[in-house]
Each structure stands twice: as structure tokens, then as C-alpha cells.
């Protein structure tokens, strides 16, 4: 599965790099920080070599968390095919690869909820709230309820 990211990944090299210098470093909004958190992990995907066997990922699930991705965009943002794939492609390596949360430690949700590293796991307290959405993409995120 990496190699396939990877792969798939490279084509949004030259967009990733055009807008890379368009993050405000000092913007904490939730919006600037997913933006941040992306290219971090895109740059990690990109500098990373396959390392072994990838983990058995069941094949439903996999389509499932697809198609939750899709039904978000179709939702928030219909017309923007490109950036759907390509938070596809992260959101696949935070999941499967890495092990990360969807959404970056540290972030404060507008009702408080955060993200968290606590005890060499992550943790959201938004999660008991969110993953009861029709399509959550919380029930595939690795982050633990509090």
C-alpha cells in the first residue's frame, strides 16, 4: 500500500511546493493547522522508503473508509476533485502507514474538542461526539476516546 501512496502522492508534487510557502507558520487557526499537518505528512510520504511488508488491511474496510472520504467531500467540498484525492491518499498513510490521527495533535475543535499525544498514544475527546455522524471518519481514526 505505501508504494501505491507514494506513487500516487508524487503527482501533487509541484502544487504541494507552489503552496507550500503560503502557510502562515504563526496561524493557529484549525484550518492552517490541518494545512500544515497535511504537508508534513506529504513531505513524509515523499521521504520515506518502503520498510518490509505493509500491514493486512481487510479489503471492505479499506473501500469503506473510501467512501466515507468521498461522502465528506461530497458534502463539504463537492467540486474539488484534486484536493479530495490527494487527502485521500493522506488520510489512507495516517491510517494504514503511520498510525497518526486524521487530524493533527494539538488542535482545538470550535466546541473545545482536541487532539492529543498522552502516554505514546493519541487521543481525542471529540471522537465520543463525531464517530456518531452517518459516515464518520472517526471510527477509522487511530485516536482514542478519553
Known sequence: MFLKLKRDIKKYQSKVSSNEGLLNKENNSPMNIISKYNLENFNEIMGSEFKGNDDEIDGKELEDFKLSIDHYFSLYAPD????????KIISLYLTYIA????HPPGIIFS???KVYRSEGSYVCTGKNIFIKDELSLCRYCVANNP
Open 80 to 87: 474539488d476533485e484534486e484536493f479530495r484525492e490527494f487527502i
Open 99 to 102: 498510525k497518526k490521527p486524521l
Open 111 to 113: 466546541n473545545g474538542s
